[in-house]
């Protein structure tokens, strides 16, 4: 089993960035696919951004596209969400997941329910 451990959140005002780092112990994440989420209070975990084994990119839509940007350091097993001209609405607990198995592991989804790993958390505030 692989752990995933965030961190990088915080608070910020408006405008402000913010990079989260997603790093894995255990098992190296090389050939998984691995996702951003997050869920503010009172709402259903929401996808952000995915990047799969070979770099590519899936975002959620264009409220995160241009403004999120997803990587990943393969020889440091981490995953970074780098947050730009961040929003209050942006206000969650961001979380990251990786697929472990299955044909399309390597492969980036939206759908939480192909991640088999998550881990616990970080919170980021945007104050307006």
């Known amino acids: 089993q692989v752990q995933l451990v965030e961190s990088g959140g915080g608070l910020v005002q408006a405008g402000g960035s913010l990079r989260l780092s997603c790093v894995a112990s255990?098992?190296?994440?090389?050939?998984?696919?691995v996702g951003w989420f997050r869920q503010a209070p009172g709402k259903e975990r929401e996808f952000q951004a995915a990047v799969s084994w070979n770099g590519g990119t899936l975002y959620a839509a264009d409220s995160v596209k241009g403004r999120f940007t997803i990587s990943r350091d393969n020889a440091k097993n981490t995953v970074y969400l780098q947050m730009n001209s961040l929003k209050p609405e942006d206000t969650a607990v961001y979380y990251c997941a990786a697929r472990l198995k299955g044909p399309s592991m390597h492969i980036g989804s939206r759908w939480p329910n192909e991640y088999d790993s998550w881990g616990q958390g970080t919170q980021v505030t945007v104050s307006s």
């Open positions: 255990g098992r190296t994440l090389r050939m998984s696919a």
